[in-house]
């Protein structure tokens, strides 16, 4: 069983900035692919960014938040962060981290094994 708490959420202007943390438990997390995906109220969950295991090599960003998100890990502390910069008011919506435990670095929620509860980030104009 694997726990990730997400936190960092809150409500910030337009072209503000948010870092975004989930807390996994369990000895092996950097054996886990992470990756983080947003749902908006009224539409379908999508995927944000993702990271590959370990050295986290390999990172794949949804088009819509390339160069303005950045996701990375930090494995001594069983924690994978988002770091979002020139937020839009479209970036609102409840924003959850999950983990693949078979390693595989991918963008569909139907890989991911477990879920955060999500953290709300909210972006006025």
């Known amino acids: 069983q694997v726990q990730l708490v997400e936190s960092g959420g809150g409500l910030v202007q337009a072209g503000g900035s948010l870092r975004l943390s989930c807390a996994a438990s369990?000895?092996?997390?950097?054996?886990?692919?992470m990756g983080w995906f947003r749902q908006a109220p009224g539409k379908e969950r999508e995927f944000v960014a993702a990271?590959?295991?370990?050295?986290?090599?390999?990172?794949y960003y949804a088009d819509s938040v390339k160069g303005r998100f950045t996701i990375s890990r930090d494995n001594a502390k069983n924690t994978v962060y988002l770091q979002m910069n020139s937020l839009k008011p479209e970036d609102t919506a409840v924003y959850y981290c999950?983990?693949?435990?078979?390693?595989?670095?991918?963008?569909?929620?139907?890989?991911?094994?477990?879920w955060g509860q999500g953290a709300q980030v909210t972006v006025s104009s």
């Open positions: 999950a983990a693949d435990l078979s390693g595989v670095t991918g963008s569909s929620a139907r890989e991911y094994d477990y």
């Open positions: 369990g000895r092996t997390f950097s054996s886990y692919a």
């Open positions: 990271i590959s295991r370990r050295s986290g090599a390999n990172i």
